[in-house]
Structures are given as C-alpha cells and as structure tokens.
C-alpha cells in the first residue's frame, strides 16, 4: 500500500512541474510566413499648370493641349465652362522648363458651316494659372432715342468739297463724298438732318485743295434753314499728317477721327467725327485728322489694306504724335511649317502673330475652315507640337496637314507678348474692348 501511494504522489509531482501543452491534439504545427507587404505610400504630386474655364462652351468643343519647349505632348483634354484643372505630375518626375499652351475649338453652326480654330501661346512659364474668359463688349454704346426734329443746311462757295461730315456728340449723322474737282466751287446743301436730344453739331469738310475745317452748329431748332459760307469754316488747333503708300492696285483705306466730352465713354460709334470715310479709290495725300486743343479724348484710327500687306492704327485717348506706315518693308520666310516658323524682316517689332489656313466653300452656307495662329515674343525659337491623334481622329474636316502659311503680323506699338499673356489670362479683369494696338501684316 505504501508503495502505491509513492507512485501516486510522483506521478501528481511530475504533472505540475511541465508547462501546459499549447497544441493539445499533439500534432506539430508551424508558424506560416506572413505575404502582407507594408503599405505603399502616393508619390507626392507638383502642379505644373492650373486651368479655369470662364467663358462659355454651350455651343462649341473646346480642348486645351499642353507641350513642353521641344513640342513633346504633355497632356490635353477636353473642358466645359466652370472647369479648374491643376496639371501634376509626380514630384520625381523631370519637369518641364517652360509650356506651349494650345486652344483648340469646333463650332459646327446652324447654317452648315464647320470652323476649327487652334491658337498656340508658347513659352509659358510652368506653375502659371490661367483663367479662359470671354473678349468685352462695347457696352458704352447707347441707342438714340427717336429724333425731334430735323433742319437744313447751305455751305456756299464750297472748294470741291471731297468729304463731308456732319454729327453731334453721339455719333455721325451725314457722310457724303464727291465732287472731286480741284479749283472747282460750288455750294453744298444737305436737307433733313435729324435733331436728338443735343441741340449742337459738328460739320467737317475735306475739299480738293486737301484742306479740312470744320464749323460748329449750337442751339439747332427742327425746321431750321442754316446757310453758311465756306469762308466761316476753320481749321482745326493741330493736324496729324499721314503719309499714305505709293496706291497699289487695289487697296481699301479707312479713317475714323472724333472727338468726346470728359464725361463722355468712348466708343466707335460715338463722338463728334473729323474724318469718317471707308474704301475710297484715291487716298488723300497726306492724310490729315484735325484736332482741337480744348479737347482730351480722342479716337483715331487708320487702317490702309492693300493686295500685299495691311497696316491698322488704333488709339484711344490722346491725340497721336505720329503714325508712320511702314515703306520699303520685306520679309523673307525661311521655314513655314508651323512647328518651326522662322523668318527674316526689315521691321522692328514687340509681338507676332503667325497665321495659317485652309478653307472650302461657301460662307453662311457650307463653309468648312480651319485656322491656327502662333502668338509669340520676337525672339521665340522653340517647337510647336502637333495636335493629338485624339483630336483630329475626332474632328475629320480639321485637315491639318493641308494649312497653307497666309499672314505673318507683326505688332509695331502698343502691346507686347507679355503683356498679352497678362490681360488674356493672367488679369483678364484688365481686358478692355477699346484697345489701342498698331500693326503691320505681310500677306503671304
């Protein structure tokens, strides 16, 4: 008996000294190896170039199309209005130096006609924001109220008067040109000139001798019979001499010159007229625009559109202190793909604008028309890249292949590239629809 219970004793002893069996089945077990990898972390993305749409897209298709300075495609896609794009890419990725920034639009109209219109801003810093709005309209001008009445006008001993003008400050009432016959004298009468609400008007004549004058017209009455002899007509405080070009072929030549009030907005359509003739067959020579001294708004403009080139003269404000035509002028082109326009010319300039084309059919009818236009600094010697395969696949009329080099304008004063990238799309809150510009177009 004492030896059971020893064996007992032992046995109870030797249980509670081992440690308690994890895997009570007995079977061996190992541990597997785990296959979850550590989290990967999103590369750290850098914008390159931020987007906003602000104009409206309704009732057309608009891309816009990103290349690096050597023409490599960075990105393109297409927007609506109210669209914000930031362009990334990752932080370790080369980043380009500098940007070609293309819009690309298709506007398919109700009359059947299809126009594909492309324009390329090249060297475009990275990392800028643009905002895409619409150009301003001529909001200032305001429609005349119904008339009052109306007087009658004689200017006797008239010398051949050439042009003549008549208009009150909001804008010309009577222009009429002819006879041109020098030394020839004779007396003018224009009947039925309608009154507005101002009382006070402005005639000018441009006779045969190349003189221009004017005579101010107060206090008009409806029914009025005014009758004044050339000899009362003055001549204006200071003259702006324009010399006009050899007369080529065919040319048109257009000259607007008036004047405004302070208070007064201007505009196109308002003031009171120097000058206001279009596509005349014999240009004045020189061409004279009047101005008084009491006066500090001015509008002149010029525009001379011949066979081979066109020259256009804008400025609002003050009085021009000269505008020169271009003579003489040349251009040689030395390249005249788009991916690498390059030129030679006599004329000094701030700003070119390079154009190429194709077009068939009819306007307003079946017209299919395609443009594109580089805006860029003199000095610009980069790449322009071709539009994605994306686009043209889907646009089958756009026809790249066949744009033929039409216009190289070059902009002599006013606007620089800078300074066009800056109103465009930088602070288009400084766009104005008045905008003074000059420029000089060599047509190819």
């Not at 003050?318 to 040689?332: F, H, L, R, Y």
Request: glycine share 4%; charged share 25%; hydrophobic share 30%.
């Amino acid at each position: 008996m004492l030896m059971g219970i020893l064996v007992i004793c032992y046995g109870c002893s030797k249980n509670e000294s081992q440690p308690p069996n994890p895997n009570p089945t007995g079977e061996d077990e190992q541990e597997e190896p785990t296959t979850e990898n550590p989290e990967e972390q999103e590369p750290e993305m850098v914008t390159y170039f931020t987007f906003e749409a602000l104009t409206n897209t309704g009732d057309t298709d608009d891309w816009i199309i990103i290349h690096d300075e050597n023409g490599v495609l960075v990105d393109f896609k297409p927007f609506e209005f109210g669209d914000i794009f930031e362009f990334q890419v990752p932080e370790e990725q080369p980043q380009p130096d500098n940007l070609t920034i293309t819009f690309f639009k298709y506007k398919n109209s109700v009359d059947g006609e299809m126009m594909h219109n492309i324009e390329s801003y090249p060297n475009i810093a990275t990392k800028s924001h643009w905002q895409y709005t619409s150009d301003p309209s001529a909001t200032n001008e305001l429609p005349r109220e119904s008339s009052t009445g109306s007087f009658n006008i004689t200017v006797e001993n008239v010398v051949s008067p050439k042009y003549r003008w008549i208009s009150d400050r909001q804008g010309i009432l009577v222009a009429t040109s002819g006879p041109d016959l020098p030394g020839f004298i004779d007396n003018y009468t224009h009947e039925n000139i309608p009154i507005y609400d101002n009382p006070d008007f402005f005639f000018t004549i441009y006779d045969s001798n190349n003189d221009l004058k004017y005579y101010s017209i107060e206090n008009v009455n409806d029914g009025d019979d005014i009758t004044v002899d050339y000899s009362d007509f003055k001549s204006f405080d200071s003259y702006l001499e324009i010399v006009m070009p050899d007369n080529p072929s065919t040319y048109q030549l257009s000259s607007i010159s008036a004047f405004f009030d302070e208070e007064q907005s201007i505009d196109l359509s308002g003031g009171k007229f120097t000058s206001y003739f279009f596509a005349e067959t014999e240009t004045p020579k020189p061409l004279k625009l009047g101005y008084l001294d009491s006066f500090s708004k001015y509008l002149s403009i010029i525009s001379f559109n011949s066979d081979d080139f066109l020259y256009a003269y804008s400025k609002f404000g003050e009085k021009p202190d000269e505008i020169i035509i271009p003579d003489n002028k040349s251009i040689t082109v030395l390249d005249g793909s788009i991916s690498n326009y390059q030129f030679e010319t006599n004329l000094g300039f701030q700003m070119k604008d390079i154009l190429w084309e194709v077009k068939e059919g009819e306007i307003y009818v079946d017209l299919i028309q395609t443009t594109w236009n580089v805006f860029s600094a003199p000095d610009f010697s980069g790449t322009i890249g071709e539009i994605p395969e994306e686009i043209q696949s889907s646009y089958p009329n756009l026809r790249i292949d066949d744009l033929i080099l039409t216009s190289t304008t070059l902009h002599l004063d006013f606007i620089t590239y800078p300074d066009l990238l800056q109103v465009e799309f930088i602070n288009p809150e400084l766009k104005i629809y008045y905008k003074s510009h000059e420029y000089f177009r060599f047509k190819h």
